[in-house]
Nanobody, 123 residues
Framework: QVQLVESGGGLVQAGGSLRLSCAASRIFSSYAMGWFRQAPGKEREFVATISWSGSSTSSADSVKGRFTISRGYAKNTMYLQMNSLKPEDTAVYYC?????????????????WGQGTQVTVSS
């Protein structure tokens, strides 16, 4: 059973930074990975995705220029560096993995999900 575990969430003031991590139970040598988030009362939304090699990334317009997705050398970890955080970034952030080498923005493209980590940005 593949497991994804997120960490790094917490409470931060607006303008601050956080770095989320996602650790996989095994090496996703050919899997694309991504981050999604869900705020209270809202649907889960795409944040960013990275190809299996790490050479291709894409992010939502709402986080572009502020968030950076990356993955570790061993390919079984993924990160989301979040800078210039805003109160509207408050949400539970989920790590996801897709069996495809490149995945897009739809949650249906991802086959494995973590339990989520809470990010709260105060104004």
């Amino acid at each position: 059973q593949v497991q994804l575990v997120e960490s790094g969430g917490g409470l931060v003031q607006a303008g601050g930074s956080l770095r989320l991590s996602c650790a996989a139970s095994r090496i996703f040598s050919s899997y694309a990975m991504g981050w999604f988030r869900q705020a209270p009362g809202k649907e889960r939304e795409f944040v960013a995705t990275i190809s299996w090699s790490g050479s291709s990334t894409s992010s939502a317009d709402s986080v572009k220029g502020r968030f950076t997705i990356s993955r570790g050398y061993a390919k079984n970890t993924m990160y989301l560096q979040m800078n210039s955080l805003k109160p509207e970034d408050t949400a539970v952030y989920y790590c996801a993995a897709s069996r495809a080498t490149v995945a897009g923005r739809a949650a249906t493209e991802y086959d494995y999900w973590g339990q989520g980590t809470q990010v709260t940005v105060s104004s």
